[in-house]
């Protein structure tokens, strides 16, 4: 990477970077996308949580109520901790709820996070980030507009400063 004079970042360097992969994770799940998942239709008689969930029923999972249930994440499900993600082993068959916001099960497609780590990290390599106006991080508006997507109320602009090599 930066040390070896490349201005790219390759899926192993991302991989050697747990505390960044756990960044991207943790804003995906505080912040998802796609509050609601496509429906899924039940292809057999099941029983979810003590509900009979019949064959054909559609299924709809709210990503944003998964993403802060404390049961699953911990006291304090909306607080921003990366390192929740550094803290236990992971189900890569798609099981975690670490995994809803890309998909579940056969449909789900993990090579996303490592693409949004490799976009992430190349950034960083080639920028500094500043806030516009001397902005200050404790000032910008964290709320958020539902929808079919998630977006800021009010969006966030950064400044891009090429980093010199």
Known sequence: MKEQGLTFVTE?????LPYFRALV???????PVIPLLIPRACIQDTKIAGYDIPAGTTVNVNAWAVSRD???WGPNPDEFRPERFLEK???FKGT??????????????VPYANLLGETGVTLLLNFNFKLPNG????????DVMTGLAMHKS????????????
């Open 12 to 16: 192993e360097d991302v991989r050697n």
């Open 25 to 31: 994770k943790e804003t995906l799940r505080i912040e």
């Open 70 to 72: 404390e049961k699953e």
């Open 89 to 91: 082993e992971v189900d």
């Open 96 to 109: 975690d709820y670490e995994f809803i916001p890309f998909g579940s099960g056969r449909r789900m497609y």
């Open 135 to 142: 902005m200050k991080a404790d000032e910008i508006n964290m």
């Open 154 to 165: 009010q969006h966030l602009k950064l400044v891009p400063e090429k980093v010199n090599k």
